[in-house]
């Protein structure tokens, strides 16, 4: 069936650095993606969306990149922090006559920061 | 903080208890879900409200029963629980027909059911 997935499951950065995380897409229907940062204890939080119009999308320290040839999203951070240490979702909207209101997620990247 | 909110933070009940968890959010959004959590599993999506109306049950076990009151407030009533359904209990809620479907999540109920 159609899924989102995450190549890394464990990520270690040293703070300073950039981090890159990855997520492939299966839906080729889905024209709407979101990537959420989810600290010990929280909610997931929203970071930056993208639609499939666009191949790049920049934040304030992120940027998404969406290459729909190959289903491919990551998430870009530069310089990373210690507040950075988190998991990382991506979400796909997954357009299907079904599928209204739905986002289906992957299962994570856990992000560790450094000194 | 999100603007969704949700009551209790920890829940810790037994197999014979009945509770109930609520959600509020204050983004004038009209639509409100209710996901699962468990450790290393991608979120498993419960129910959606739509306007109030639910619009998907996710075959979900009838002991776990949604309530939508108005746009603002979700509530998930639990009964006779397993210890299986020990999770992080996250409610999300958006704007449906607006050009942004992100979804914006409360900070979870943790429960653990003895």
């Known amino acids: 069936g159609e899924s989102v997935g995450l190549h890394l499951p464990t990520l270690s950065v040293q703070e300073g650095d950039n981090s890159i995380i990855n997520c492939a897409y299966s839906n080729s229907a889905s024209d709407y993606f979101i990537w959420y940062k989810q600290e010990s204890g929280k909610g997931p939080q929203f970071i930056i969306d993208?639609?499939?119009?666009?191949d790049k999308r920049q934040g304030q320290r992120v940027t998404v990149l969406l290459n729909k040839t190959v289903k491919h999203l990551s998430l870009q951070i530069a310089a990373t922090q210690p507040g950075d240490s988190a998991v990382y979702f991506c979400a796909e909207n997954g357009e299907t006559t079904d599928s209204w209101g739905k986002l289906q997620f992957g299962a994570g990247t856990q992000v560790v920061v450094t000194p | 903080e999100t603007g969704v909110t949700q009551t209790p933070r920890h829940l810790v009940m037994g197999m014979t208890n009945k509770k109930s968890l609520k959600c509020e959010q204050h983004?004038?959004?009209?639509?409100m879900y209710w996901y699962k959590q468990s450790a290393k599993k991608p979120l498993e999506l419960m129910f959606v409200?739509?306007?109030?109306?639910?619009?998907e049950n996710n075959s979900v076990p009838s002991r776990f029963s949604p309530e939508c009151p108005n746009s603002s407030h979700l509530f998930l009533h639990l009964h006779t629980l397993q210890p299986e359904d020990s999770a992080l209990y996250l409610c999300?809620?958006?704007?449906?027909?607006?050009?942004?479907?992100?979804?914006?999540f409360g900070p979870g109920t943790r429960l653990l059911v003895l």
């Open positions: 983004l004038g959004h009209n639509a």
């Open positions: 999300a809620s958006s704007q449906e027909g607006s050009s942004q479907e992100t979804q914006y």
């Open positions: 409200y739509s306007l109030e109306e639910r619009v």
């Open positions: 993208i639609r499939s119009n666009m």
